[in-house]
């Protein structure tokens, strides 16, 4: 069935490296949307993705949807503690428009 | 504005009990939906509705029914509680169908002993 992979599962850097998580489809999606999810918190929508090749920033973050709308990335520079937290991508199902797919996470730990 | 309220927050259950967590939005938003989050695996969808009135099944529906009379309100219930469903549950809703979730509740942790 369809898929949607996160790499990396964990990622641990120091307070003003830059992180990035990447997100792979299994099959084409019409959109892509990113999540953060904070310890003990809901999902939080970040933002949307639609057009092929499309970037999108918001602060430090940076947002990118592949040519093929196969696969994503998140990319956060400088982080900060604030930053600290699970970021998912999920897009719709080929299966159905109605259902969304969701990508296991990637969990980013800040250390001060 | 109160946005997703989901209640309870917290529920122990035994097995074979049966209970309904419930959701509530005050957006008007034509679409909601309920999800399972389990370690590692991300969110699963479990019951969606795209109106009053419309469910449909997610990708993980077994042991859950939810029902949709009014705009607002989209519950669900756990039929025959399982430990296999100890998970947490959020409900999310959107503006209109074919947007994905944007708001989510603050979830319930539900654990069956």
């Known amino acids: 069935g369809q898929q949607v992979m996160q790499i990396p599962q964990y990622q641990h850097v120091q307070e003003g490296e830059d992180f990035t998580t990447y997100c792979n489809s299994s099959?084409?999606?019409?959109?892509i949307q990113w999540y953060k999810q904070r310890p003990g918190g809901h999902p939080v929508f970040l933002i949307q993705?639609?057009?092929?090749?499309e970037v999108k920033k918001q602060k430090r973050l940076t947002f990118q949807f592949g040519e093929a709308k196969k696969n994503s990335s998140l990319h956060i520079t400088a982080t900060q503690t604030t930053d600290v937290g699970t970021y998912f991508c999920?897009?719709?199902?080929?299966?159905?428009?109605?259902?969304?797919?969701f990508g296991p996470g990637t969990s980013l730990s800040v250390i001060p | 504005n109160a946005g997703v309220t989901q209640t309870p927050k917290f529920q122990v259950l035994k097995t074979g009990q049966s209970m309904t967590l419930q959701c509530a939005q005050d957006?008007?938003?034509?679409?909601m939906s309920w999800y399972r989050q389990d370690p590692g695996m991300g969110l699963r969808l479990i019951h969606y509705?795209?109106?009053?009135?419309?469910?449909d099944q997610g990708e993980v529906p077994n042991g859950y029914n939810v029902s949709r009379s009014t705009t607002e309100d989209f519950p669900l219930r756990l039929l025959s509680a399982a430990p296999s469903q100890t998970s947490v549950y959020f409900c999310?809703?959107?503006?209109?169908?074919?947007?994905?979730?944007?708001?989510f509740g603050d979830g319930t942790r539900l654990s069956i002993l």
């Open positions: 999310a809703s959107s503006p209109h169908r074919g947007a994905q979730p944007q708001h």
């Open positions: 099959t084409t999606l019409s959109n």
């Open positions: 993705l639609v057009k092929s090749g």
């Open positions: 999920a897009g719709p199902m080929k299966t159905s428009y109605d259902k969304v797919i």
């Open positions: 957006m008007n938003h034509e679409y």
């Open positions: 509705s795209v109106g009053a009135g419309i469910t």
